[in-house]
C-alpha cells in the first residue's frame, strides 16, 4: 500500500489549501481513511477521517468547522479541504490508513496503532 499525499505549501492567514492523498495497492472503497499533522516539536496529532464511501466523518475539534474531508474512491483519492487556515494549523500533513476493513473512524481518532501506512506528508505553512 502507497499514500502520496500532495497539495500543501504557504498560505497567509485565513487561506484555504486543499490536500489530496492518492492510495495505490488496494481498493480505496474498502477501508476508512484518516489526515493527521505533525508540528514542529510536537507529536504527531489526528485530525480528520472518514469511512467508506463518506457517510460518517470524525475531526478533532480544533478543526471542526474549518476542515472538510471527504473522498473520491473511483480516483483511488482522498481530500482535506483547509479553510480558515490559522498560524497554529502549520504542520506536516500526512495521510494514513488501516490494515483492517473493520477500523472505524472513531478508530483512526482515538486508538492509538490503529492507522498502519503513512504517506510521506505534505508541508502546510500558514503565515500571519
Known amino acids: 500500500v502507497q499514500l502520496q499525499a500532495s497539495g500543501g505549501g504557504l498560505v497567509l492567514t485565513g487561506g484555504s489549501l486543499r490536500l489530496s492523498c492518492v492510495v495505490s495497492?488496494?481498493?480505496?472503497?474498502?477501508?476508512?481513511m484518516g489526515w493527521f499533522r505533525q508540528a514542529p516539536g510536537k507529536e504527531r496529532e489526528f485530525v480528520a477521517a472518514?469511512?467508506?464511501?463518506?457517510?460518517?466523518?470524525y475531526y478533532v475539534d480544533s478543526v471542526k468547522g474549518r476542515f472538510t474531508i471527504s473522498r473520491d474512491n473511483t480516483k483511488n483519492t482522498v481530500y482535506l479541504q483547509m479553510n480558515s487556515l490559522k498560524p497554529e494549523d502549520t504542520a506536516v500533513y500526512y495521510c494514513?490508513?488501516?490494515?483492517?476493513?473493520?477500523?472505524?473512524?472513531?478508530?483512526?481518532?482515538?486508538?492509538?496503532?490503529?492507522?498502519?501506512?503513512w504517506g510521506k506528508g505534505t508541508q502546510v505553512t500558514v503565515s500571519s
Open positions: 495497492g488496494r481498493t480505496l472503497s474498502a477501508y476508512a
Open positions: 472518514i469511512s467508506t464511501h463518506g457517510g460518517s466523518t
Open positions: 494514513a490508513a488501516p490494515r483492517s476493513t473493520f477500523t472505524t473512524v472513531r478508530d483512526i481518532g482515538g486508538t492509538p496503532g490503529a492507522v498502519d501506512y
